[in-house]
């Protein structure tokens, strides 16, 4: 070690010196290492040095160098991308196309499990029901395509001429020798052979149309603010409807057109108080309407039977419950329901969820409920998302029609709403109310596809466009090489 060191060696602490001490034995070891000669001493002063760290923990099968994952992260990575699927822009596009086929085509075939026994009491052939549903299905499909593709400005200028027609339908229900009874209503017309028309279905479509045509252009004129602009003519025309459906005695489609009415002037900022008085004269009209009709008072009294009661009153009630209960998680198996031999009375129209439950359980009961649930959920993401005040009207009445309706429908089933005679949307048995539902989902999809993101994605996925994409990508390669 030179002299010049040695005093700055000794001031230092232990670890200079052992700094100072490996330096000067670096040679001598090489040498050693060279010449394969015994080190000697040399290896020794390593040890009285205690120049030698402590070995590091071993980890037990966990590397030290990688962190700890939080408690929890598969779910909440699995969350994160869940939420991040649902945020893409064709997500609400897919998801009402989807759950509306996936709806239709289970309703086809529920349809025709429920409806053979009730066919062959009638003398018809056990597919008779499915055949009609199946052409109702077929058209259906077309007028969705067909409402798909339609422009906004185009469904505009259909509400006025589709609301006019449909009153039109509705006031020759009520005349003689042309407007047809079924089960009591008075809300048919008779069109021939085996097919009949219920001008009230096409009447909600037609609410919505018209009603988020005129809020739409109030709201661009800034006159929304005024409660009489706001109620006039909507609240008019809803009410002419409403007349003209309790004409014939259809009390379920009164409620489902006095819900769209509702969701209407909620999307259009109505004040609490004229909210609260509108619902406030609907429900007295209601409570009217239903004491003085003894066949809707016993339908109240049906909520939560578990019994058919005097004169088997809660008949119809009590065995779709006894459907859902027999059928237990996944059901007696297609085609294999006892209600439907006669018990249930209306198996492949109102209480089609019954039959639902008793041949496919729980599994299936709550897959329907999912679709829907579904549907409904895309179609506020629908009306949430959008600039167009149209859009948004009409995208939110055609969810609370088909929400509303389903809701009213299967707690009828499950007891625990009076049985309102509503079909479950796009899966009960009638063409009347297949056409304008499959139509008003035409319309949904037509509005997710207007969405700009939504456009610029389903554009990316044309051919031209992406065999443009890849060649510009192509040209922009600085080696030249494909």
């Not at 009603?211 to 006159?223: F, H, I």
Request: aromatic fraction near 8%; glycine fraction near 12%; charged fraction near 15%.
């Amino acid at each position: 070690m030179p002299a010049e060191e040695s005093p700055a060696a000794l001031r230092g602490d232990r670890s200079r010196v052992t700094a100072a001490i490996s330096r000067a034995l670096t040679p001598p070891l090489l040498a050693a290492a060279g010449s394969r000669a015994p080190l000697g001493p040399a290896l020794r002063v390593r040890s009285v040095t205690g120049s030698r760290r402590p070995p590091a923990p071993r980890s037990k099968g966990r590397s030290t160098g990688s962190p700890r994952s939080p408690r929890g992260g598969g779910v909440r990575r699995m969350y994160e991308q869940a939420r991040r699927a649902w945020d893409r822009p064709l997500t609400a596009y897919y998801v009402i196309l989807g759950a509306s086929l996936l709806l239709t085509v289970l309703g086809l075939v529920m349809v025709y499990s429920a409806s053979m026994i009730k066919a062959l009491e009638l003398d018809k052939p056990g597919t008779y029901f499915f055949r009609k549903q199946f052409l109702a299905a077929v058209i259906g499909a077309g007028l969705m395509a067909l409402a798909a593709r339609m422009p906004v400005k185009l469904h505009r200028a259909f509400a006025y001429p589709l609301l006019m027609g449909t009153v039109f339908l509705m006031v020759l229900v009520q005349v003689p020798g042309i407007g047809m009874s079924v089960n009591g209503n008075q809300n048919w017309i008779y069109l021939g052979g085996p097919f009949q028309l219920q001008p009230s279905e096409f009447g909600k479509l037609a609410l919505v149309l018209w009603g988020a045509d005129l809020l739409a252009r109030k709201q661009d004129k800034r006159l929304l603010t005024q409660w009489k602009h706001m109620l006039v003519p909507l609240v008019p025309v809803a009410f002419t409807l409403l007349g003209l459906i309790m004409l014939g005695g259809d009390m379920g489609t009164a409620i489902i057109l006095t819900a769209i009415l509702f969701g209407l002037l909620w999307l259009a900022g109505a004040p609490t108080r004229l909210f609260a008085g509108v619902l406030a004269f609907a429900g007295a009209i209601a409570f009217v309407l239903i004491k003085t009709s003894p066949n809707r008072m016993a339908r109240l009294d049906c909520i939560g039977a578990s019994e058919p009661g005097p004169g088997d009153s809660c008949w119809q009630a009590v065995h779709g419950l006894y459907a859902l209960a027999s059928g237990g998680w996944f059901g007696s198996g297609l085609g294999a329901s006892v209600e439907k031999w006669g018990q249930l009375p209306e198996p492949h129209t109102d209480f089609i969820f019954a039959i639902t439950g008793e041949e496919l359980g729980l599994a299936g009961t709550l897959s329907v409920l999912a679709l829907f649930a579904a549907l409904g959920y895309a179609g506020i993401r629908v009306a949430g998302r959008t600039e167009d005040p149209f859009v948004r009207y009409a995208a939110g009445g055609v969810t609370t029609w088909i929400t509303v309706q389903a809701v009213i429908n299967i707690g009828a089933v499950l007891g625990l709403l009076p049985i309102a005679g509503v079909p479950l949307p796009l899966f009960s048995y009638g063409g009347s109310a297949l056409l304008p539902t499959m139509f008003a989902v035409g319309l949904m999809i037509a509005f997710a596809r207007e969405d700009p993101a939504a456009k610029a994605a389903l554009a990316m996925r044309r051919p031209g466009v992406r065999w443009k994409t890849m060649r510009r990508r192509v040209k922009k390669r600085p080696s030249g090489e494909r």
